[in-house]
């Protein structure tokens, strides 16, 4: 079996210096980053090549690896979080261009991917509305990933429209048979929209999976909490992961504890690397 290499979401560091955050998770013990393009870090509206040269040369000099996620949550509306979405009637098309420049950085970086999600269906859209818009979307934002040779995966999420793997499965039969989706799969999301066990989702898209999200989760209420204070048995998790003979990065993502980011950060690699 192979070992995993664990990384930290730079969400969980958001009152940190970006360039502070991997040189501390790289003295913990860390291996990557899943680096959150926010106000705050790697601004994608305004990181030109200078600060990307810099942030390639940081990572290179402490050997971490990256992938590059776009969920931040009001960097294109200070009002809606998570807004537009990729099936919002209005503005979609905003929500596309982000990421596409997160494609850019990306592959500026030498990054090993992009991840995003559908956003959020509204009442006043149809369920058929919103297949079409995201279909759209995502072969635009696939396209583009194919002509950077950047892998891209959606997240499915609790309370986006493609919330569930089966929702997963329905988008991929609408994409055209050519197209390269993948997966970003939330190990704490298995456990708040799945009926199947979470081992059993590991092996069964095995060969979709590119990056892994990883927390606690209790009562399958999508609150990510950390390691420990939740239900999820880690060692099953884990050991699947390996057996799969998985090779991404398995991104820690605490969002909620930038209070406590250095301390959760080493309780957390801590845990991982003493479960298996």
Sequence with gaps: MNKLA???????????????????VSRVGYQGVALTLDYNHCNPHLAGPRELDLIKSRLAALNLRVVVETGARFILDPWNKHEPGLVSVDNRKKRVLFTKKAIDIAAHLGAEGVVFASGRRTDSTSETACWTYLRDAVVEILDYADS???????????????????????LRS?????????????????????????????????????????EDIRGGIHEHLPFGDGEIDFHSILTCLEVIGYTGLVNVELSRNSHCAVEMAKKSFQILTTVI
């Design 6 to 24: 664990f990384g930290y979401n730079t969400n969980g560091f958001a009152h940190h210096d970006l360039l502070d955050v991997f040189e501390i």
């Design 148 to 170: 950077k040779n950047i892998v891209a995966s959606i997240e499915p999420e609790p309370g986006m429209f493609i919330d569930t793997l089966r929702a997963f499965d329905e």
């Design 174 to 214: 609408r994409l055209p048979r050519q197209a390269k989706l993948f997966l970003t799969l939330d190990i704490g999301h298995l456990y708040c929209s799945e009926t199947v066990p979470a081992v059993d989702q590991i092996v069964k898209y095995r060969e979709f999976i590119k990056n892994v999200h990883i």
